[in-house]
């Protein structure tokens, strides 16, 4: 059994294909590059330079390799930027997996796990997000995973594809040093960029309705989340059903300032974080039940906090001493 990773050169999609190395499961990985690095594919695991969007690739890839699955996790992932490019994120997202589900139906390919995200909700309301708190997405990026989520039922309706989207919400920490976050705009690495080169860290806004003024956040351990990826497989793979959509949340989830001071007891690098001005749109608190994914995808939060800055920490230092990407 051979399973395709889309974005599998990507720090998400790269610490799925070991997990599923680890499993036992093959896999071949599809990535443009775009924003991964191929040094971060295993030299024994076969790798296709193409983008999603190029379905006659994709198509003989699954072929000659005999794919019974796909995880999905390819995708333009910067929501910010998004609101920038539209036109962009859609072709990326949303033209990218309708191409990439005519391929799997000229192949015979028949199952798929999506790499959705807590960006659907947009600014939700109650204290915990589960999977039926409505979906408000604020940015072409969140819309766009969405509708990715609404092609794939449709695709399932008309084919009985197998499909369920896994909600990421913050994906953070490394599952083995080899392999880090290089994102420029999510929290870990921006934070730990800023002291490597001497600076310090900012927190925008300390005035939220929260227990220590600023934005409660979730946060799980990229480990833990392709974990769960392999259990999705191996259900369809066995034949089994899973639900639609899946949150992979914490259920308690941390602040900012929490962060902060992790990452200053990790590091061992003493410092205070300025306070900024608040970010438009950003809500105090978004955190989310995970009740439903550990009933189904042995989903659970096998590290905590400091687990996640320590990880993520070494990742980055071992990047910075020895760059290859």
Known sequence: MTWMVTGGAGYIGSHVVRAFAQAGIDVVVLDSLESGHREFVPPDVP???ANVTDTDVVRATLR???????VHVAGFKYAGVSVQRPLHTYEQNVTGTVHLLAAMADAGVD??????SAAVYGTPDGDLVTEATPTAPESPYGESKL???????????????????????????????????????????????????????????DDYATPDGTPLRDYVHVAD??????????TFAAGGHLEDVYNLGSGEGASVREIMSTMAAVT????????????AGDPARIVAS???A??????RMRHDLTDMVRSAWDAWMRAVDSPTP
Do not use: C, M
Request: no cysteine; aromatic share 10%; glycine share 10%.
């Open 47 to 49: 790798f296709v330079h």
């Open 64 to 70: 000659e390799h005999q794919v019974r699955g796909v």
């Open 111 to 116: 199952s798929v796990v999506f790499s959705s």
């Open 147 to 205: 509708v990715d989520e609404w092609v794939l039922r449709a695709q399932s309706r008309a084919t009985g594809l197998r499909q369920t989207s896994l909600r990421y919400f913050n994906v953070v920490g490394s599952g083995t040093p080899e392999l880090y976050d290089t994102s420029p705009h999510n929290l870990f690495p921006k934070v730990f960029k800023t002291l490597t080169d001497g600076g310090v860290p900012q927190i925008n806004g």
């Open 225 to 234: 989340l392709a974990h769960s990826h392999v259990v999705a497989a191996r």
């Open 268 to 279: 061992g690098i003493d410092f205070t974080p300025t306070i900024g001005t608040r970010r």
């Open 290 to 292: 995970g009740d439903l």
């Open 294 to 299: 550990a009933r189904d995808l042995e989903w």
